[in-house]
Nanobody, 123 residues
Framework: QVQLVESGGGLVQAGGSLRLSCAAS????????VGWFRQAPGKERELVAA????????TYYRDSVKGRFTISIDNANTVSLQMNTLRPEDTAVYYC????????????????WGQGTQVTVSS
């Protein structure tokens, strides 16, 4: 069973950038759909971006992050989320998750989750 560990979160001013990484053990991420989710206090967990396979063209972004965030497969065991032009509304705990099937937006359809990393964007 694949295990996931996120890193790279932190505190940044609005307009700044952060790069999150999701490292896997027990399985290669290129074999899964990998999603980056976020959850802000009092809100539902939402899919931010997802990628499937080595083809970086096979990606999904929610509308609010298009043009600002980029998901990529760095190597067989690491997927990154480059976040630019951050906004206060991007503040949340960010999680990576995997599933064996195609990209879907529903969190409950993802099988394995990391512990999350906090991203805080100050105004």
């Amino acid at each position: 069973q694949v295990q996931l560990v996120e890193s790279g979160g932190g505190l940044v001013q609005a307009g700044g950038s952060l790069r999150l990484s999701c490292a896997a053990s027990g399985g290669a991420l290129v074999s899964y759909t990998v999603g980056w989710f976020r959850q802000a206090p009092g809100k539902e967990r939402e899919l931010v971006a997802a990628i499937r396979g080595r083809n970086n063209a096979n990606t999904y972004y929610r509308d609010s992050v298009k043009g600002r965030f980029t998901i990529s497969i760095d190597n067989a065991n690491t997927v990154s989320l480059q976040m630019n032009t951050l906004r206060p509304e991007d503040t949340a705990v960010y999680y990576c998750a995997v599933r064996s099937g195609i990209v879907v937006v529903e969190a409950y359809k993802y099988d394995n989750w990391g512990q999350g990393t906090q991203v805080t964007v100050s105004s």
